[in-house]
């Protein structure tokens, strides 16, 4: 397979994202001094580098495909239009349409929610990735003239963003997230370098050590005993950690029935992306409320069913694919 570590993190960005958002109805709706809350709010916090990793993916497949050559930003920006913003469009309208039949939206929600992505949790992801697809000519150029330089920058400007300047949307403005996507840019640069193993053993410690510590304060404050005024920077330092781990675990895995499950998976992420939350919220708006389930029985076969419908779809495109041709 292409990039086949990339492709690896990119089923495992995937999943990542489905894990925060079926963790995400019971950490509001649990007790904040049980267990079960404790337990799924630290998964579900640590899960939350997903969206940076799919920018460091973005920045390193682009980084990597168009290292070499001259743009054609005509054929660029239709190729963008037509595998980001016309599936998005569709699933848009999709989830416009069930929320109106549920009274969950009006159509005056309907312009700021597509061009702000504030329809549904993860539509915010697609407004930042079309930034970066427009400014991407300008990034290349400038890291074609000194990355480490860029790569630097773009750590100070994420950072300074998160921790200092925060602003109302600035969860969807490119330079909130501009570190990730360099890093991509800057690891693919560098793909063909091996990563010792001692290396991603110390990254791990280190890791280890900064999720104990982010994690637990970040826990603390949820349950309202303290405020934990630097966690923006370390969010930051912890989702570069995790990206380069697991990127470094990627590169050196070499077992066969891992590829496997990718290529499975693979080619179908972006849609199981769209549209995994509307199977979540179809069982929470239509069925959930004819029974009285428990906070964690809800959990429990939402997870289920989810699952289950994502493997089906894929088994059923992989079928049709292969069909297809022969």
């Known amino acids: 397979m292409k990039l086949k570590e990339i492709n690896?993190?990119?089923?495992?960005?995937?999943?990542?994202?489905?894990?925060?958002?079926?963790?995400?109805?019971?950490?509001?709706?649990?007790?904040?001094?049980?267990?079960?809350?404790?337990?799924?709010?630290?998964?579900?916090?640590?899960?939350?580098?997903?969206?940076?990793?799919?920018?460091?993916?973005?920045?390193?497949?682009?980084?990597?495909?168009?290292?070499?050559?001259?743009?054609?930003?005509?054929?660029?920006?239709?190729?963008?239009?037509?595998?980001?913003?016309?599936?998005?469009?569709?699933?848009?309208?999709?989830?416009?349409?069930?929320?109106?039949?549920?009274?969950?939206?009006?159509?005056?929600?309907?312009?700021?929610?597509?061009?702000?992505?504030?329809?549904?949790a993860h539509f915010y992801y697609i407004i930042i990735a079309v930034q970066f697809y427009i400014l991407f000519p300008v990034i290349l150029w400038l890291f074609k003239k000194n990355d480490l330089i860029l790569l630097g920058i773009s750590f100070a400007c994420t950072i300074a963003l998160n921790q200092f300047f925060a602003f109302e949307y600035s969860d969807r403005f490119f330079a909130t997230y501009f570190f990730y996507f360099v890093l991509g840019m800057f690891l693919a640069k560098r793909k063909d370098c091996e990563q010792t193993n001692i290396s991603i053993f110390i990254k791990s410690g280190i890791l280890l050590i900064v999720s104990v510590f982010h994690l637990s304060l970040?826990?603390?404050?949820?349950?309202?005993?303290?405020?934990?005024?630097?966690?923006?920077?370390?969010?930051?330092?912890?989702?570069?950690?995790?990206?380069?781990?697991?990127?470094?675990?990627?590169?050196?895995?070499k077992d066969k029935s891992i590829d496997k499950i990718t290529g499975f998976f693979n080619p179908h992420t972006f849609s199981i992306f769209l549209y995994h939350i509307f199977i979540i919220h179809v069982l929470q708006f239509v069925i959930y409320p004819h029974f009285n389930f428990t906070i964690k029985l809800k959990f429990l076969i939402t997870s289920v069913v989810v699952c289950s419908i994502i493997t089906l779809y894929c088994f059923i495109m992989n079928k049709i694919k292969n069909r297809i041709k022969e």
């Not at 960005?13 to 049980?34: G, Q, R, Y």
């Not at 349950?223 to 989702?239: A, K």
Request: aromatic residues 20%; charged residues 15%; positive net charge.
């Open 8 to 120: 690896i993190m990119n089923v495992l960005m995937c999943f990542s994202v489905i894990i925060i958002h079926l963790t995400a109805e019971p950490v509001s709706d649990l007790n904040h001094d049980s267990l079960w809350y404790m337990l799924l709010f630290i998964i579900n916090k640590f899960f939350t580098y997903a969206v940076p990793a799919f920018i460091f993916l973005s920045g390193y497949k682009l980084f990597n495909k168009y290292k070499d050559d001259k743009i054609d930003l005509i054929k660029f920006y239709l190729g963008r239009v037509k595998k980001i913003l016309v599936p998005y469009l569709i699933c848009y309208m999709v989830y416009f349409l069930f929320y109106l039949s549920q009274n969950l939206a009006t159509w005056d929600e309907f312009v700021p929610g597509l061009l702000l992505g504030k329809l549904v």
């Open 218 to 253: 970040s826990y603390v404050m949820s349950i309202g005993e303290m405020w934990y005024r630097s966690s923006p920077f370390w969010q930051v330092v912890f989702s570069m950690l995790v990206i380069l781990v697991t990127y470094g675990i990627c590169k050196k895995t």
